[in-house]
């Protein structure tokens, strides 16, 4: 962990609709680490990067992010929502979205009528490309998007994400609905990015595997409380024991992934957005 | 166009014939602002999958006028304000993060349902004859005054000018809510935004095309772009060149013809959106 804070939230407390979904959470992320954050269905992942991004308020409690709150931390962070997947009938480029990751929320249309608005945009135009090479979507970053699959989507996201540059990756299961080799090689690119370019990551995902020997730490979030620190010292059947109140058992398989059982999780996995 | 006129074999001088009448070059005039203005808003309501709120809009236009004419006001204020009203209210029950299309189509639905019913009671309770209903579904191209392109004109200007305003907020909000919220863009107010655009620019449309026919302007020619092109500046001037299209086609057909304009304006919209998927689907 770098000397220099992240992300610092003390004891805080969100409620949503009168729900109290986070309770006591305490959290410290350095600048570069990349933490994953877990915990069964509805224990407020969601919210928790919801409210780091200033989306939803803090019902008590504080939280710093890049030095500052997190509402004004928001530009310097690129977000990832959780998702569906894109509507089959949208007719969009992976370019296109990656761009306007860039230049979206700005009012008016470019006539580039200087000599600076060209050049501005030149530089724009070259930031989208290079993000898109170091995501390694180029080959079909001119393609419609709903011809994708849902790994090349998420690759085009997690560039539209890093396109201008954030300090901060929020990423809401970006591994969701991929399959194994994706979720590995997703993975294995966010690990790269973080270490490469001092970026720091959060991670939300169901399942650690994917995520070992890329992330520094990990978030366990369940009851309302989080449980943060290196893989081997949080999932671990006293802490995760601990933290649900229920009696939990890890085990590891030979090949080195760990398997959480006993954990009052939802009775199937479906792919759909939930309301945490 | 009532009063045929007789082609020749002569392009030069049937275009001459066509453009020596003053109506004719009025209709040409309001024809291409309506054709211009919808070809861009339809562009947006195609990508956003809001064709059924267009066509709702669209009708607006039968209680907007009806009702109208019931408190005495001029039928072209009461599409502008039926069709807001309707925009708003769709806006306000509209789609949200989590509300499904399912549930967005069932509001869009009650709007439609309760402007028809109410534009039949207007109807029933005007016990004047109404200035032609058929002038109202079908449109007036032929009865256009200089003031009225005009008119046309300083309104198109200004919805265009607030499209483009809003052009790129609105295309994240439509392609990535989620995102371009968190990023800053007031998803909720640029969609109610675009709503009311959209709104006033079928009442615009509506007034040269016709309530029912409004729609060809409005769907085809996007629709047939965004075939063709998914990059957003080509796909809105290609879709303006095919509305052009459809109203100089429509209009022209009809001035040498006994039948009415709006048949042959919806027939070359379908025309084009036809060949268009055809060549397309064979790529």
Same mark, same amino acid.
């Given at each position: 962990m770098s000397a220099k804070s992240a992300i610092s939230l003390r004891t805080v407390a969100v409620a949503l609709g009168g729900r109290t979904v986070l309770r006591d959470v305490s959290l410290e992320v350095g600048q570069g680490e990349f933490v994953a954050v877990l915990g069964p269905n509805g224990a407020g992942k969601s919210t928790l990067m919801r409210a780091l991004l200033g989306l939803v308020p803090l019902h008590s409690g504080s939280a710093v992010v890049l030095g500052t709150t997190p509402a004004q931390a928001r530009t310097r962070i690129g977000y990832l929502p959780q998702r569906r997947g894109f509507d089959h009938s949208l007719r969009v480029r992976g370019i296109d979205?990656?761009?306007?990751?860039?230049?979206?929320?700005?009012?008016?249309?470019?006539?580039?009528?200087?000599?600076?608005?060209?050049?501005?945009?030149?530089?724009?135009?070259?930031?989208?490309?290079?993000?898109?090479?170091?995501?390694?979507?180029?080959?079909?970053? #001119? =393609?419609?998007?709903?011809? *994708?699959?849902?790994?090349?989507?998420?690759?085009? +996201?997690?560039? &539209? $994400?890093?396109?201008?540059?954030?300090?901060?990756?929020?990423?809401?299961?970006?591994?969701?609905?991929?399959?194994?080799?994706?979720?590995?090689?997703?993975?294995?690119?966010?690990?790269?990015?973080?270490? #490469? =370019?001092?970026?720091?990551? *959060?991670?939300?995902?169901?399942?650690?595997?994917? +995520?070992?020997? &890329? $992330?520094?730490?990990?978030?366990?979030?369940?009851?309302?409380?989080?449980?943060?620190?290196?893989?081997?010292?949080?999932?671990?059947?006293?802490?995760?024991?601990?933290?649900?109140?229920?009696?939990i058992e890890v085990l590891r398989t030979a090949d080195g992934r760990l398997v959480v059982v006993g954990q009052p999780e939802a009775p199937h996995y479906h792919g759909h957005r939930h309301p945490d | 166009m009532s009063a045929a006129s007789a082609i020749s074999l002569n392009p030069l001088s049937d275009l001459s014939q066509l453009f020596s009448y003053r109506f004719m070059i009025s209709a040409l005039e309001a024809g291409t602002i309506a054709a211009v203005l919808a070809a861009v808003a339809g562009w947006f309501m195609v990508l956003r999958r809001q064709s059924f709120a267009g066509h709702t809009l669209a009708v607006m236009a039968f209680p907007g006028a009806t009702g109208a004419a019931l408190i005495g006001l001029p039928a072209t204020l009461g599409y502008y304000l039926a069709c807001t009203a309707a925009a708003v209210t769709i806006g306000a029950g509209g789609r949200t993060a989590t509300a499904s299309y399912g549930e967005e189509t069932a509001a869009i639905g009650t709007v439609q349902t309760v402007g028809l019913a109410a534009g039949f009671l207007f109807l029933a309770l005007n016990h004047t004859v109404l200035g032609g209903p058929e002038t109202l579904l079908f449109g007036t191209f032929l009865g256009i005054t200089t003031g009225q392109v005009i008119g046309l004109l300083i309104v198109a200007l200004v919805l265009l000018a607030a499209l483009t305003a809003i052009a790129r907020p609105l295309l994240f909000a439509s392609v990535d809510p989620a995102v371009a919220g968190a990023r800053g863009v007031p998803v909720r107010v640029v969609d109610a935004v675009f709503l009311v655009i959209l709104a006033l620019a079928v009442a615009v449309a509506s007034q040269i095309t016709g309530a029912l026919l409004v729609f060809a302007l409005l769907l085809a020619p996007p629709a047939a772009a965004q075939l063709i092109t998914m990059r957003p500046l080509a796909g809105l001037v290609l879709s303006v060149a095919f509305g052009l299209a459809v109203v100089w086609l429509g209009l022209g057909i009809a001035y040498f013809s006994p039948y009415p304009v709006g048949f042959f304006t919806t027939t070359t919209a379908v025309v084009i959106y036809l060949l268009t998927r055809l060549v397309t689907s064979r790529r």
């Open positions: 979205l990656v761009r306007l990751g860039l230049d979206g929320a700005r009012w008016g249309i470019p006539l580039g009528l200087t000599r600076s608005a060209r050049e501005r945009r030149r530089v724009e135009l070259e930031r989208v490309s290079e993000v898109i090479e170091l995501v390694g979507a180029s080959p079909y970053a #001119q =393609r419609p998007l709903n011809t *994708l699959s849902g790994g090349e989507q998420q690759r085009l +996201l997690i560039a &539209q $994400a890093l396109v201008t540059d954030p300090e901060l990756l929020i990423l809401d299961e970006p591994l969701d609905s991929l399959d194994l080799p994706n979720q590995a090689a997703v993975s294995g690119l966010l690990g790269r990015i973080s270490k #490469q =370019r001092n970026v720091t990551v *959060l991670l939300v995902a169901h399942d650690v595997n994917p +995520l070992l020997g &890329q $992330a520094d730490r990990v978030a366990y979030l369940a009851g309302g409380h989080a449980l943060a620190g290196p893989v081997e010292q949080v999932i671990t059947g006293p802490k995760l024991s601990a933290l649900y109140g229920a009696p | -």
